[in-house]
């Protein structure tokens, strides 16, 4: 594995100490921050994920703040969800489209009130299309990216731990639901919600000298459940069929394709930018599509797009891949044409290190 | 040092094999994109670049592609710097910023015709910002990012290397003009810049697939030449006082407040989105500025802005710092408050592993 240069661009968080104490294995770098990677091994963090609880330092979750009379307006105009039924307290994960109905990227929206957003941005600089809409439209709403930073409690005793730290209370949030509560004497924003199909809470960290006396708590308080340090695991994610934004998708793709057409009301979403060219996608439906893919054998690390073929036709790409030690197969993850996309069509995946053959699956692997 | 864990999210580049088959030390991610650090090590990569000639991965400076009847008029719109004189064969080197002056990137432009340009930019989703601005306003003009890499030649005999693969002709190129050039029946654009101050071109690869054919005729070519694998090289790069986005700039930061006030020419720069903003900045100057700073001893990785003080009073942040072993110190970048950055001032800079004495330099060091 290569080595990562530091430098004050990839940007440390309010945790990096507690995640250096924790003995982070490898990093990734997402939103100019620093992601880990794993901690003992993929497949050792997976097990404990999996049967425990453990906190993870996702701060690299920017957040894009509105705050203004037009927030709404300038909300709908990101996405192709129909947000006039959104109400504080909830959160909303959203498609964000360009003119052509091309992925910018796969947030969650949190809405605090009905003037003001936090936007949990995947890896790209959503700021800047957000502050180059909102400008050039004479909107009048502040965007920023403020003082917050995401921690997340993930895994099966997610609950006991949340309540030991921030009371009992925090058990009755529904999912996708947050609340305020007290932290030492900070009202602190937690979610029910977590990039793991494990349960979990979000906790959005208000200002930075907050983040280690949060992370301390959690770890005090955790010791009999045997708390770990964490971070969103590739092989889970895979299995729970939770994409990844840059890795199973990009610019180049339509919410359709990505398999996220459930979160698209684009007849009603008025004011969505990529709504005209969604509108001819929702009509006729995407021509390629994710899908669960899986492989009986072991492959290399999928650090590029591998091309699926059918014959000398190359009729998709395998994005995400990694060994599952409990459904004792290759889990994966790729966008397939329709001519190859039902349950049970076999494909010829290439990786660098040769062909393997894969199976598509009709769910994911939870 | 710390690992890198790989996935398609941080792109591997055109030549990707060359640098790997080179033995890339440790990589930066930038653009989500793999950015080699080092080959051998930064001292022994330095010592080659002075004196020898080295072909860099840079395809990490994606470049967003304006082309269409407007694209004269957003370009103007993004950077206070006055475009009217910019000619064909040209590249600038741009200040872009946001509505309130803040910088967004500082890329260079490449103007290849009337109605098209290639914006070759740091390490922020630029698209994004100028995508927004440009469907927002409904400009006539196409916003992409082309299949174009950057590859770089750079050194003191980069001169000699090139004209060995593209011709006698390129030794004539200016500094910041660029031609096009004959590879192999491919016309290529090639320019007369690059991130050192040891001279060179750097090269506009179109298409993916012409990335190692290029790179490996460069290599067959120099062979006696001594030519290696480099990378833009932290020590040499704050010697010679370039500027890395992200590291001692960020949207903090107006222009000025970066030393590229030679760069703004706020009043005749109509269509400037920072305009308003800048006019003020131009007019009462900056209360903190960009300087060169000496350190006698050696310092830890400039992995974080590290505070510069004057008694308990923070007077500024010190961001990127690497040992010279021309110099025989450390060289420095910080920016510092006006009541201390007189070239001479005697900062004292707040490190993690302790206090240091730094000395603010009337100049860089070259």
């Given amino acids: 594995m290569a080595l990562l240069a530091r430098s004050r661009r990839l940007r440390r968080t309010p945790f990096s100490e507690g995640v250096e104490a924790a003995g982070v294995g490898a990093y990734s770098v997402y939103n100019h921050m620093l992601l880990p990677a794993y901690f003992e091994s993929l497949e050792s963090d997976y097990a404990h994920l999996k049967k425990n609880v453990q906190v993870w330092d996702v701060a690299v979750e920017r957040q894009v703040e509105l705050r203004g009379p ?12 129909d947000l006039r039924g959104m109400l504080p307290g909830q959160c909303f994960y959203l498609p964000v ?3 052509t109905g091309g992925m910018l990227n796969d947030p969650v929206a949190v809405k605090l009130s ?15 299309w957000v502050k180059g809409i909102a400008n050039a439209y004479r909107m009048e709403v502040l965007v920023e990216e403020p003082d917050v930073h995401p921690l997340a ?32 004497g900070h009202d602190v924003i937690v979610a029910r919600s977590g990039y793991s199909k494990q349960g979990g809470f979000e ?3 208000e200002g930075w000298d907050l983040g280690m006396p949060i992370w301390n708590a959690l770890f005090e308080a955790g010791k009999d459940l045997n708390v770990r340090a964490g971070c969103p695991n590739a092989i889970e994610r895979i299995e729970g069929g939770l994409l990844s934004y840059g890795n199973d998708m990009t610019r180049e793709n339509t919410p359709h394709e990505c398999g996220l057409g459930k979160f698209c009301n684009t007849q009603t979403a008025i004011g969505c930018i990529g709504r005209d060219a969604l509108l001819r ?8 599509q994710i899908r669960p893919i899986e492989i009986d054998e072991k492959v290399p690390t999928c650090d590029r797009a591998w091309p699926i073929m059918s014959k000398d036709q190359t009729i998709g790409s395998l ?48």
Same sequence: chains 1, 2.
């Fill in 153 to 184: 409690i993930q895994g099966p005793r997610s609950d006991e731990l949340a309540a030991r730290v921030f009371g009992e209370s925090v058990r009755n949030l529904r999912f996708f639901r947050f609340g305020s509560f007290n932290f030492e």
């Fill in 70 to 81: 037009d927030a709404n307006k300038l909300m709908q105009t990101l996405t192709p969800r």
């Fill in 319 to 366: 994005t995400s891949a990694a060994w599952s030690p409990d459904f004792e197969c290759t889990v994966a993850i790729g966008m397939v044409r329709m001519t190859h996309w039902e349950a049970g069509s076999e494909l010829l995946i290439k990786t660098p290190e040769g062909p393997v053959l894969g199976t598509v699956k009709d769910s994911f692997w939870t």
């Fill in 203 to 205: 906790i959005y960290v």
């Fill in 114 to 128: 009905e003037d003001h957003y936090w936007i949990s941005i995947a890896d790209s600089d959503l700021l800047l």
């Fill in 97 to 99: 489209v360009d003119e």
């Fill in 281 to 288: 996608v929702a009509k006729d439906g995407p021509i390629r």
